[in-house]
């Protein structure tokens, strides 16, 4: 079975500064996908990044990039320039390309942006 | 705004008694997913449909049950409430056109069930 650990409970970083937020999972597949959700106070789930294992090539979203490391099973975010509005939670999830499993969440990274 | 549509908001009920939450998906998406999220707590998987079929089961209880129907909405029922059932459920959808693919899953804002 799949299994995603986020390994930070909790971060804080200032407000213009960088962070990274770790994820790390076990599987025996492939070719799978790999996802950032963030869950701000509104409780709504937020897509943030999306990888495919196949890609070698680290996916960016204007200030938000990762540091795919598919041989060390490695996902880690990085949000540089970090505003306040960047404060919640930060899930990381995983799903085979099987299309017979389900998304697999980590129990997330709370980050808090201070100002 | 995701497009994913979830109804009601908020929901606060007695124990014992059974609640339907309802789910629209992105148009042109024809997977459904059903998600747990208990206080301070990451997202269970409950149950997915594809195209108004069971596809997967999570760790979903015997009282509860879900259905998708031909417009692709879709209702999770859940029966004999109890106190520790009290959670937000998400719902979210993905275009999954077929078994190899796995899409992106864009979630609702939420249904915020209190038992008391």
């Known amino acids: 079975a799949q299994t995603v650990t986020q390994s930070q409970p909790e971060m804080s970083v200032q407000e213009a500064e960088t962070v990274t937020l770790s994820c790390t999972y076990d599987?025996?597949?492939?070719?799978?996908?790999l996802f950032w959700y963030k869950q701000p106070p509104s409780r709504q789930m937020i897509l943030v990044i999306r990888q495919e294992a196949y890609k070698q090539q680290n996916a960016t979203e204007n200030r938000f990039s990762v540091n795919f490391q598919k041989a060390a099973k490695s996902f880690s975010l990085k949000i540089s320039d970090s505003q306040l509005g960047d404060t919640a939670m930060y899930f990381c999830a995983f799903i085979s390309n099987s299309g017979n499993t389900p998304l697999v969440f980590g129990k997330g990274t709370r980050l808090s942006v201070i100002a | 705004d995701s497009g994913v549509t979830q109804t009601p908001k908020h929901l606060i009920t007695a124990t014992g008694q059974r609640v339907t939450l309802r789910c629209s998906p992105r148009s042109g998406d024809l997977s459904v997913y059903w998600y747990q999220q208990s206080l301070d707590q990451g997202l269970q998987f409950l149950i997915q449909?594809?195209?108004?079929?069971?596809?997967a089961k999570g760790n979903i209880l015997e009282r509860f049950s879900a259905q998708q129907f031909p417009d692709l909405h879709s209702e999770l029922n859940l029966s004999s409430l109890e106190l520790g059932d009290s959670a937000l459920y998400f719902c979210a959808s993905s275009v999954e056109a077929g078994r190899s693919v796995a899409d992106t899953q864009y979630f609702g804002p939420g249904t915020r069930l209190t038992v008391l």
């Open positions: 449909y594809y195209n108004g079929e069971e596809r």
């Open positions: 599987t025996s597949e492939n070719n799978y996908y």
